[in-house]
């Protein structure tokens, strides 16, 4: 995919932008700002974006709703090697799609789709912002790559090298992603509560990249969305 990029400073939503502008460009249009206002994250919530962060979004018109549906899964696991490319670290992906250093999020993924069915890919990555600002907002489970790694990579040159690990993947068969998502899930092999109070172990990971958890009960059930906090983590 040929990837164009436009930059701000800062914006109140990447993923507003290119939603509201999605007509006037083409697949691979990618929205970069250095801080956002109004920063949007899963359920409705907000994401904290300061300055000094890698916030973006990018264009993508998927072939199918199957294609769309995996987006998210190959952009968690981009994130995760671009950052190993740079820092020397490899973090880990809390189902869906939370990126992790030392257990604290530091990279949000929201895919949000237009009405002719294009996605909206918004990735948001802490990398300098100071543990003082996460504990100033209650956010004990976030954190940046500087404060967990001691190195803050160059914006630009993340943003490159996640771009270019998501078009090896797009490009990949989905059960090459499945087997590298896998590999990088640290939810699998734990016991989880569901945003609905369901406590169950993680399983695995379906081909299309929904959790199979196994319920106190015994019994298998599947999640495609929602919110899934790990015992002891968040
Ligand atoms: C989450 O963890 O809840 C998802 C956060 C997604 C944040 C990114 S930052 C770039 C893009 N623009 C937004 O407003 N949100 C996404």
């Given at each position: 995919?040929?990837?164009?990029?436009?930059e701000f400073n800062f914006l109140p939503s990447t993923n507003l932008y290119l939603k509201e502008n999605a007509k006037d460009f083409l697949?691979?249009?990618?929205?970069?700002?250095?801080?956002q206002t109004g920063g949007r994250g899963r359920l409705g919530r907000t994401f904290f974006s300061p300055k000094n962060g890698l916030y973006f979004s990018v264009l993508i018109c998927p072939k199918t709703v199957e294609d769309s549906l995996f987006l998210p899964i190959i952009a968690g696991i981009a994130v995760a090697r671009g950052i190993k490319n740079l820092t020397g670290v490899l973090p880990k992906l809390k189902w869906p799609n939370d990126?992790?250093?030392?257990?604290?999020?530091?990279?949000?993924i929201l895919a949000e789709g237009t009405a002719d069915g294009k996605v909206i890919m918004g990735i948001g990555i802490n990398l300098g912002a100071s543990r003082s600002y996460f504990d100033s907002l209650n956010l004990s489970h976030v954190s940046s790559i500087l404060v967990e790694t001691k190195k803050e990579p160059d914006r630009l040159e993340l943003l490159n090298s996640i771009l270019s690990e998501f078009d090896i993947l797009?490009?990949?068969?989905?059960?090459?992603?499945?087997?590298l998502y896998r590999v990088l899930c640290i939810t699998l092999g734990q016991i989880?509560?569901?945003?609905?109070?369901?406590?169950?172990?993680?399983?695995?990971?379906?081909?299309?990249?929904?959790l199979i958890v196994k319920t106190q009960d015994n019994k298998i059930q599947?999640?495609?969305s929602g919110e899934v906090s790990i015992s002891g983590m968040y």
């Open positions: 995919m040929k990837f164009t990029l436009e697949e691979g249009q990618v929205i970069v700002a250095k801080e990126v992790l250093l030392n257990k604290k999020k530091i990279c949000g797009l490009s990949s068969p989905k059960e090459e992603v499945i087997k989880i509560t569901t945003s609905t109070n369901l406590s169950a172990v993680a399983m695995d990971i379906t081909p299309k990249g929904e599947i999640l495609n």
